[in-house]
Structure formats: C-alpha cells, structure tokens
C-alpha cells in the first residue's frame, strides 16, 4: 500500500534521517536528488530574472539604445597610442590656472611652480626666514597646533578662503593659519639672523608655532621649514622648546607630540613593516601609532 | 529510496544548509559564466516571440534541459561532494 | 515599469490585503527563522504526491502546497483558487493570466524577507537586481542612450599630463580610477558633499576625474588641482623632486578618508578608526599579531588596520614567498624580550603576523628602495607576482586551523573565498636619481592598457607579468564578473 506522506514529523528529520544516511548509497542518492533540486533552483531565478525583466519593461528600460562607438574606437596602430596621438611627439603642453595664486602657469612646468607657490621645497626656508624677520606683533588666533585638521576647519564656508585671499594680497602680513602661501611678494631684505636672543617671551612662542625652530649646528640659524620638517627630528624640537621657552608655556609640552600624521591612516600603521621611500632624502615617519589594541591571552577561536 | 532522499532533502531545509548550498552554486555558475550563457539562450527565445506572448513555462520549457547540460563538471563535483560530506557529518539538531 | 500585477491580484489584494503573502513568504518561501524552517521543512511537501518538488507552490486562497508537475494546477482548477505562489522565489502564478505576474508592493516584501533570512543563515544577501524607483524611471525614459565599457572603446581611457616629475601622481591616480568598486562608487554619485562645491573636497575633485575618464574625451588630463589639494593636506609630501609612489598613495587614501569623514557619509560613526567610508570599506583590513611566550605558551594578539603590506624583497623570487616571509613565525631573540603579562616577566617569543581580515582592494608593496647611512640603492631583482593569487594561506583562519573542526559545517567555511585578481600595476624604471613611473591597468577582465604619462597604449598580460613591479593591486575575485574578450 502506497501512502503519501505530505507531512514529516520532526523525528523524521532526526533519527529516522540518521538511520538513512548510514548507509553510504543513500548519502550518495540523496546527494544527487538535493542537487538537481538546487541545480533546478538556480536555472529558475535567471529565468524568472529574464521573465521578470520582459513583463515589467525593465530590461528594455535599461537597456536603451546603444551609442554609436565609432567615435570612440581604439586606434590599432603600432605608431599611435589608444586614443590614435602619435607615440613620437613629445609632451603636449598646456595652460593651467595655479589654485593658489591664481595665474596662468605652463602645465609641464606646473609642480616646480606649486612647490614654490605653496612655500615648500628648498627654496623657501629663505622666503620664510624673510618673512619672519619682518613679523607682525599679530597674537595668534589659535593656540593648538598647526596642524592638517585646521584645513579642515576651513572648509565649512567660503568666507574662511576669501578672508586668507584677502592676506595673501598684503605681504607684509604674517599668516597666523597654516598656509604659508604666497609669500614669493616679499621684498623686504632682512637678514635671517633672528635669534632667540632677540626675541621676547611672546614672540618666541608665537614663532615656534610656526615653523620648526631648531638651531642649525654650523650655521648657527634658526630653521625656518614647517614644524614637521624632516630635517630633524621631534626629539630636537622638543629639546629646543624645553630650552627656549619658559617651562610653564603649554607649547613647549605639546609641540610635535601628537602631529597629525597625514601618511597614514589616523590609526594604523602599514603594517609592521614600514616601508622605505624611493626617493634620496632621508624621511621621517611618524612611529606607528597602534591604536587598536586588543589584548587577549589565549589563542582566538574564531573571527570576532 | 524517494522517500529517504525526500528526508534527507527536507532535513536541509530545516538546517538551513538548503540554501546555503543553492547560494554556494549560484556563484560558482555566475563565475563560470553559465549564467550569461543562459541568458543568451533566452535573448535567443526572446528574440523569436513577441515580447507579450513570452510565459515563464516557456522558458523553463526551452531552457532547463540545455541549462543543465551546460553546467560544468568541475563545478557538480565540487557541489555533490560537499553536499554528500555534509550530510554524512550531520550532527542531531 | 509595468509592475502593478494584474486585475486578479488587485481584487485579491482589495479583499485580504497582503498578508496573505507576507505570511506565505515569511514562512514558506525565504523562512526568516529557525522556526520558520521548522515548518516548512516538515510541511512543504506536495498534498498530492508528497514529493518536495519540483517547483511546490502555495495556494495563496488557502492552505495547500503542490508541486507544479500538474498538483498545484489541479487545485487551482476544483477550488477556482487562482492565486499560488511558487516557493523558491515568491513569484505570483495568476491562472486566469496563465502567467506569472509582477507586484511591486509583493517584489519589496520578498526582498525584506530575504534580508532576513540570510541574517538567519549567517550568509550575505544574495545579489538582486536594482529596481529603479518612479524618478529613476522616468530619467531612464528620458535619456535613451547607454554608454558601455568596452575592450574596443577609450571609454574608460585617459592620458595624464607629466606637470614635472608627476608621474607618480598620475600612476596612482590611474590605479584609483581603475579600482572597480571605487568606480562604481563614484559614477553612482554616491559621494555627498558637505563642502558645497568650495573646491576643497579631495572626495569631489576624485569624482570629477571619473566623469572625465568616461566622458569619452580623448585629450589628457591635466590634475593640478589633485596636486594641490594633495599637497595641501599632507604636507609631509613637500617638495618637488621625484616622490615615492607608495607615499602618495597611501598619503592619498588618508586625505580621501577624511574627507570622506568631513563629508560625513550616512552611516558614519564618530570614532576614528574605521569609519565607515567607501576608503575604508574598500582598502582596509586587518593584521593580526601573535606573540607567543616561549614559557608559558600564553599568546598575545592584537589586530591593526592597514592599508597596504610593505615587503621585503630578499632577491629573486614570487609574491607568494615574500608573503609566506611575512606571515611566517619569527623568534625574537634573547635582545628583544617582551613583558609577559602571564609569566609576569621578561621573556623570548615568537612574534607571527597573519591576515584577519582581508580588504576588498590588497596592495602590496616591494621594498625596493633602501636607504641607509651607507648606501642608497635599489633592489631590482624579479618578484613574479600572479594574475590571480589565492590569499588564504596567509590568513588567520588558516594557520590557527591546522587541527581545527571541519570547514563544511561552519556556514562560513562554505563560502570562504580568498581569490583575487590582479588589476593594476606600478612599475618603477631607472635608478634611484633618475627614474620613472609607469603602470598597468585593468580596463577589463583580458584588456589591460600601459599608462605611461599621457601615452595610453594596449598591452598584453605576459607583458604586465613580466614587468618588474613595484605597487601591485589585487581586488577580490567573487565581487566582480565580467566575460572573457575573444
């Protein structure tokens, strides 16, 4: 007598299953039913996807008309690139607008130009040293570091990059917020001789807000590059701060302790491994700061 | 012998393991490409009806048997043997 | 679109609403529960037949499962029950329609509950296809034509400018534009600004590249406002000789994150580790560090988020190697004894580094430059490095389950996929005075195409195999699929 059975019972599922599946043909029986079962499975959702995609239009909502890619052919051609510009030529050159100061500046030439513009490289520890010698009594508007996160800050509003426009134009203003911008309209020949002598309290602190402070072994002068430069170390401009500046001033503490590592990610390291640069000088990375200590004494047994 | 295979299957479904395996195979097929295959297999059939006309059952009609030779053997094996282990290594629920 | 079903539905939904269906679904179709299982595994099967298939449906007028090998079709004749379901996708059968039918209400419980049943199962929902809402439609009416990436076209294509030594911006940059995800993220104009265009978003000067690179336009781009947003907000970056590569890319993701923060996507948290930007979604993953006492065997972990494994090059050799050195366990010597918080003393062991987690995007760096007081120099010598790379040897998981349970019963186990394919390439060329930086790039799985500055040009994968490499960019295979280039 044939019975069916349109319902199993939970006991089914457990002993009775664990009886079957003893015998090894029937897991092999079984194993083949589930998946022609799912195999079927499958095959039913790309048709119902394509069914679906015809009866409600949206397929060919999607799919649209076709663009004509004649235009956009890659040229086959040993002499050309893709795009069919002859791989002999040299460079193409153009004209871009510099962001920072605004003027019209040959594209192949362009990084010299920001480099300059922006008050780094080389060059501008005398453009600094120049402008510093010529300060303003200005107090500073700030009293944390100068660091990244204040461009940050400058970006909620455009009255903030209209105001540091309005700076840039009057040389002889020092900027109190971090971009050392434009400062090639100097034309005041001062020498860069200040020293920490000359200097009262205020001015001192004010001025190793600015830059990096560390007196140069042979020429005696101050460095005048950005509080992180690489150059020294933070050791040095702690050290120099110590020195330099009454103990009781918050600066000489905080200076360079806790900088905003813009090379890394806020708090992780590349691995432990740092990595080595390619280019000649000599950089200093930030030690990694690991932040995300999680401190377990036996052996995990499993992803979180 | 149906009767233990439907045990067997339905047990699946109460684990769950159903349609993790389902899910398993979908992408294997998708990575293989058979799911673009088909869907050139219906653009086929499309193309020959008018779009009103078209049923579902006429797809699985036309469809499923071609569907199920094209799966490739790499990708059964892999999903028979897992399925097979899998319920050789249940454990009581 | 046309999915408002049909007459019979609309009456059926009139008189009973949908709960009917919810009910159906909720239990029979996409069980989101253990209970939910329970039933359906002891009760779907055929009333007629008792088979579980194939393809049982669910009348929705009353309770009664039949297969479609003529069942279910029976009933729905003698009971002039219309309505039934099919069960492995929730799909509506109307017998007067003699097909199946398309509700958008019923298309959107379906979903919901498939998000559901695979947080029961402890899998990730499985890919559905996007259904555009009422504007969306009408944008897709109105604008008929479709732009397709293609191995024939330069959609996709652009040359950069060379602005003096910049070629290790522009190798960076078109890594990024190449990065798949990173892709789909921007010309989906995911990115919502909070700066109001004021042109200091990193985020948004990256996005208006990606709308040039598929704008079709063929003259090279020109990225000084990249380079001065760059330099802006990484200082450390001054000065205008050659930079490292590397540097910048890292330098680059940083800048992009916070900006990213600042912008305050959605479901942003206000930690500073891992927000949950498209950054960091993308790029970061997790390294894992075990230093075992050599005492007391008590082991101390912890997990570091990173963008990037810098490597050792000890000469000539694969990736495979160098990530072996790298996960491999070290002793640490006598000189370099750690506190054991167990043995409560200073103590040797061993340190071993494995991969937690593994990011979306992996990138590798070879340590090819060495500076010390000594000498400068750099390491050339060849590092294979695969198309496709199977990471799973270098993770956690794997080397903590040497004697560990069977993967098969772990839901995870099943789909642990660590496979990822190589889409970009930056190669250094020359000396360490005077070098240049090109890369590879992947336009599509079997394309790949040569940057070098503003030249573009094909280039084949034996050719990308064989370079020297310096940055190598993995994405993780499974999220992708494209098809093959005859």
């Keep these: 007598m044939n019975t069916i059975v349109s319902e199993l019972s939970m006991n089914d599922l457990n002993s009775k299953f664990f009886d079957i599946i003893q015998n090894e043909n029937n897991a092999e029986d079984a194993a083949n039913f589930i998946f022609d079962s799912v195999c079927e499975d499958v095959t039913l959702g790309v048709l119902f996807e394509v069914h679906h995609g015809i009866k409600t239009g949206l397929t060919e909502l999607l799919e649209g008309e076709k663009e004509d890619e004649e235009q956009f052919k890659i040229v086959n051609s040993p002499e050309c690139d893709v795009f069919g510009f002859s791989i002999l030529k040299k460079t193409p050159d153009a004209n871009c607008s510099c962001p920072n100061c605004e003027r019209p500046v040959s594209a192949t030439r362009f990084a010299p130009h920001l480099e300059k513009c922006m008050g780094m490289g080389r060059n501008s520890s005398r453009i600094a040293s120049r402008r510093i010698a010529s300060n303003s009594r200005e107090p500073t508007s700030y009293a944390g570091l100068p660091s990244d996160d204040e461009d940050d800050a400058d970006w909620s509003g455009t009255l903030h990059s209209e105001r540091r426009k309005r700076r840039m134009k009057s040389s002889n203003k020092r900027n109190s917020k971090i971009h050392k911008s434009n400062n090639g309209n100097h034309n005041s020949e001062n020498n860069d001789g200040a020293t920490y002598e000359t200097m009262s309290a205020n001015e001192k602190k004010n001025l190793l807000l600015q830059i990096c402070g560390v007196v140069s072994e042979h020429t005696k002068k101050l460095c005048t590059r950005s509080t992180r430069c690489p150059q020294h170390s933070e050791e040095q401009r702690r050290a120099l701060r110590n020195n330099v500046l009454e103990p009781s001033t918050p600066e000489s503490q905080s200076m360079g302790l806790t900088a905003d590592d813009a090379g890394s990610p806020p708090d992780s390291s590349p691995s432990s491994s740092c990595s080595s640069s390619s280019r000649k000088r000599d950089r200093h990375r930030a030690v990694p700061r690991t932040k995300n200590k999680r401190e377990k004494l036996s052996p995990l047994n499993g992803r979180d | 012998m149906t009767v233990n295979n439907t045990i067997a299957h339905q047990r699946l479904i109460l684990s769950g393991d159903r349609e993790r395996f389902k899910e398993l195979l979908r992408r294997r097929l998708i990575e293989c490409g058979w799911r673009d295959q088909i869907r050139m297999v219906c653009r086929e059939i499309v193309k020959e009806h008018d779009s009103n006309s078209i049923t579902l059952d006429m797809l699985v009609a036309r469809v499923t048997p071609r569907a199920r030779a094209l799966v490739p053997d790499p990708v059964k094996k892999e999903l028979l043997q897992k399925i097979k282990t899998h319920l050789l290594t249940q454990k009581n629920l | ?486």
């Excluded at chain 3, 009973?16 to 299982?37: D, L, N, Q």
């Excluded at chain 3, 305050?264 to 790029?283: L, P």
Aim: with cysteine; net charge neutral.
């Design chain 3, 1 to 486: 679109m046309n999915d408002t079903g049909c007459l019979h539905l609309s009456n059926f939904k009139a008189a009973k609403g949908s709960s009917p269906y919810k009910i159906v679904h909720a239990f029979f179709v996409a069980s989101t529960s253990y209970e939910a299982r329970r039933y359906k595994a002891t009760s779907c099967l055929c009333f007629s037949c008792g088979q579980p298939g194939p393809r049982l449906h669910s009348c929705l007028h009353c309770i009664y499962f039949a297969c479609y090998g003529g069942h279910i079709q029976e009933h729905s004749k003698n009971k002039k029950h219309f309505l039934y379901v099919d069960l492995s996708y929730g799909n509506v059968f109307c017998a007067q329609c003699q097909d199946y039918i398309y509700d958008r209400e019923l298309t959107d419980i379906s979903r919901s509950n498939r998000v559901l049943e695979a947080k029961s199962l402890g899998i990730s929902v499985p890919y559905t296809p996007w259904l555009p809402n009422g504007n969306e439609v009408m944008a897709l009416k109105r604008l008929r034509k479709r732009r397709l990436i293609s191995p024939h076209t330069t959609i996709g294509l652009r040359g950069l400018q060379n602005l003096g030594s910049t070629c290790f911006m522009n190798c960076i940059v078109q890594t990024l534009i190449h990065t798949p995800l990173l892709r789909d993220y921007f010309l989906g104009e995911r990115h919502k600004c909070k700066t109001q265009g004021s042109g200091k978003c990193l985020v948004c000067e990256v996005s208006k590249l990606f709308q040039e690179f598929y704008s079709g336009a063929k003259t090279p781009l020109t990225l000084h406002r990249l380079l001065h947003l760059i330099w802006t907000h990484a200082r450390h970056l001054a000065g205008y000789e050659q930079q490292d590569a590397h540097e910048f890319f890292i330098a680059t993701l940083d800048v992009l994150h916070r900006h990213c923060m600042n912008g305050v996507e959605e479901t942003e948290k206000k930690e500073k580790d891992r927000c949950n930007c498209i950054i960091d979604q993308i790029f970061t993953g997790g390294l894992q560090s075990d230093v075992v006492c050599t005492s007391c065997s008590g082991v101390s972990t912890t997990i570091d988020p990173f963008w990037d494994i810098s490597l050792d090059v000890a000469g000539p050799g694969s990736l495979q190697a160098c990530l072996e050195r790298f996960t491999r366990a070290e002793h640490l010597g006598s000189a370099a004894k750690i506190k054991c918080s167990n043995c409560r003393a200073y103590r040797e062991s061993t340190k071993q580094l494995t991969l937690e987690t593994l990011p979306i995007v992996a990138s590798f760096h070879l340590k090819r430059f060495e500076h010390s007081s000594q000498i400068d120099r750099k390491i050339s010598a060849f590092v294979s490095f695969p198309a496709e790379l199977d990471m799973t040897p270098f993770m956690s998981t794997h080397r903590r389950a040497v004697d560990a349970a069977d993967n098969n019963n772990d839901p995870e186990g099943l789909f642990e996929d660590n496979r990822y394919s190589l889409f970009a390439v930056v190669n250094h060329l020359g000396s360490l005075d005077a070098g240049h930086y090109t890369a590879y790039v992947r336009q599509m799985k079997g394309s790949w195409f040569k940057c070098d500055d503003h030249m573009i040009t094909r280039a084949s994968l034996r050719e990308v195999l064989d370079s020297e490499g310096y940055l190598l960019f993995y994405h993780k295979t499974v999220l992708e699929y494209e098809c093959d280039v005859p």
